[in-house]
C-alpha cells in the first residue's frame, strides 16, 4: 500500500502550553460528549434484550442495515455453562484419591500486607525494618519512589472548565483544533 498520496508534512509541535490547554479542552470535550454517544450506542440494548426475553419471541440479533444492506450486527450475548467447586471437601478428598493433591505453605496475605505497610529502610543498615518495631523484615526489598509513573493527573482549578469551554465558543483554541478528529473549531460563536 502505498502513502504517496498522504499529506507526509508532520504536525507543528505544540508548546508544553499549549499542549495543556489542549489536553484539558479534549477532557473536558470527553467527558461531556462521550457519555452522549454511549447512550446512542447502548440504544439497541434495552429493545434487543426484551425482544430476546419475551416468550413469543425468536429474536436474538439484529442487523444495521444502510440503504437496506447489512453493515453490522447486534448480538444478545449468551453466558457460558460454569463450573465451580461448591464442596471443597469432597472434591479434595476426589482429587486425593487420584494422587492429585499439594500442600503450600506461604504467609497470610493479610499478614504480607500488613509487614508491607509497615515496612521501612534503615538508613544507617539499609535493612527494611518492621517501623513500629525496628524488627528487620526478611525477603522485602524497596523500589525508590519518586520517580514519574508515566501517567498525568489532571485537576480542574475553580471556573477552568467554563473558561475553557469559553475559549472554544470565541475560537480562541481554534488553531490547537486544526486536523484533529472530533475536536473541530466551534462552528457557533458567542457573540462578544
Known amino acids: 500500500m502505498s502513502y504517496d498520496d498522504v499529506d507526509q508534512?508532520?504536525?507543528?509541535?505544540?508548546?508544553?502550553?499549549?499542549?495543556?490547554?489542549?489536553?484539558?479542552?479534549?477532557?473536558?470535550?470527553?467527558?461531556?460528549v462521550v457519555p452522549?454517544?454511549?447512550?446512542?450506542?447502548?440504544?439497541?440494548?434495552?429493545?434487543?434484550?426484551?425482544?430476546?426475553?419475551?416468550?413469543?419471541?425468536?429474536?436474538?440479533?439484529?442487523?444495521?442495515?444502510?440503504?437496506?444492506?447489512?453493515?453490522?450486527?447486534?448480538?444478545?450475548?449468551v453466558s457460558k455453562d460454569k463450573y465451580v467447586v461448591e464442596d471443597e471437601e469432597a472434591f479434595t478428598a476426589f482429587a486425593e484419591s487420584r494422587d492429585e493433591?499439594?500442600?503450600?505453605?506461604?504467609?497470610?496475605?493479610?499478614?504480607?500486607?500488613?509487614?508491607?505497610?509497615?515496612?521501612?529502610?534503615?538508613?544507617?543498615?539499609?535493612?527494611?525494618?518492621?517501623?513500629?518495631?525496628?524488627?528487620v523484615i526478611p525477603g522485602i526489598t524497596r523500589t525508590p519512589g519518586g520517580r514519574p509513573t508515566g501517567s498525568v493527573s489532571l485537576h480542574w482549578k475553580d471556573g477552568g472548565k467554563e473558561a475553557v469551554l469559553d475559549a472554544f465558543h470565541k475560537g480562541e483554541l481554534d488553531s490547537l483544533l486544526r486536523g484533529v478528529p472530533m475536536l473541530p473549531a466551534a462552528a457557533d460563536r458567542k457573540p462578544e
Open 101 to 135: 493433591v499439594e500442600v503450600i505453605i506461604q504467609a497470610r496475605p493479610a499478614f504480607r500486607d500488613k509487614m508491607l505497610k509497615l515496612a521501612k529502610q534503615d538508613k544507617a543498615t539499609g535493612a527494611i525494618v518492621d517501623k513500629s518495631t525496628g524488627e
Open 9 to 32: 508534512t508532520p504536525e507543528p509541535v505544540l508548546s508544553l502550553g499549549d499542549a495543556a490547554l489542549l489536553s484539558v479542552f479534549a477532557k473536558l470535550f470527553k467527558d461531556q
Open 36 to 77: 452522549a454517544i454511549d447512550e446512542k450506542i447502548a440504544a439497541v440494548k434495552g429493545p434487543l434484550l426484551a425482544a430476546y426475553d419475551a416468550p413469543e419471541s425468536s429474536t436474538k440479533s439484529i442487523d444495521a442495515k444502510v440503504n437496506g444492506v447489512p453493515v453490522a450486527s447486534h448480538t444478545v450475548a
